[in-house]
T-cell receptor
Framework: DAGVTQSPTHLIKTRGQQVTLRCSPKSGHDTVSWYQQALGQGPQFIFQYYEEEERQRGNFPDRFSGHQFPNYSSELNVNALLLGDSALYLC???????????FGEGSWLTVV | RKEVEQDPGPFNVPEGATVAFNCTYSNSASQSFFWYRQDCRKEPKLLMSVYSSGNEDGRFTAQLNRASQYISLLIRDSKLSDSATYLCVVPNAGNNRKLIWGLGTSLAVNP
């Protein structure tokens, strides 16, 4: 039984570019939350997807967008990358909107 | 008052010591709580869930004090491998239950 999987694990982008990160939930999970974690900080909530819709959102600009597919997997897209977007992006999944507590290994994004 | 607040540490303890971390939360309606462990440059891993007064799993004990709005994590007989950052997490009350994270407490267990 695969846990939460994320891809890619590491990537480097240039300022102004766009990036797409992917998350496959643990088997049986239907809800996906995305977090951004800067070094030395706790994870910051970006948004949550349930039933293919964004259900709630944290304090992130519209440059951050997402999608959930019928198989419950999800993508996080970030446009017009800034240096400050460099962070670990974590995906957490669960069954139902209140239970996204299981994390993938994350995607390390470096913007140069 | 911050939604979730932890002592950042670092806590430096010898092997075999007992160490306790506290976490305070502001929303009195919160019903469940989590402790996560995070190693350097790794994802948070769920350590313990607390839904009532407390929970115990081997050397780890979590206790909840609703009146004072704090959760504690006690680690007995510390091992070198316990060195990590411990994050306190409190879901928002209500249907969305967005996770609210503390900044974490750093623990270093020394030989």
């Amino acid at each position: 039984d695969a846990g939460v999987t994320q891809s890619p694990t590491h990537l480097i982008k240039t300022r102004g570019q766009q990036v797409t990160l992917r998350c496959s939930p643990k088997s049986g999970h239907d809800t996906v939350s995305w977090y951004q974690q800067a070094l030395g900080q706790g994870p910051q909530f970006i948004f949550q997807y349930y039933e293919e819709e964004e259900r709630q959102r944290g304090n992130f600009p519209d440059r951050f967008s997402g999608h959930q597919f019928p198989n419950y997997s999800s993508e996080l897209n970030v446009n017009a990358l800034l240096l400050g977007d460099s962070a670990l992006y974590l995906c957490a999944t669960g069954l139902g909107p209140g239970n996204t507590i299981y994390f993938g290994e994350g995607s390390w994004l470096t913007v140069v | 008052r911050k939604e979730v607040e932890q002592d950042p540490g670092p806590f430096n303890v010898p092997e075999g010591a007992t160490v306790a971390f506290n976490c305070t939360y502001s929303n009195s309606a919160s019903q469940s709580f989590f402790w996560y462990r995070q190693d350097c440059r790794k994802e948070p891993k769920l350590l313990m869930s607390v839904y009532s007064s407390g929970n115990e799993d081997g050397r780890f004990t979590a206790q909840l004090n609703r009146a004072s709005q704090y959760i504690s994590l006690l680690i007995r007989d510390s091992k070198l491998s316990d060195s990590a950052t411990y994050l306190c997490v409190v879901p928002n009350a209500g249907n969305n239950r967005k996770l609210i994270w503390g900044l974490g407490t750093s623990l270093a267990v020394n030989p």
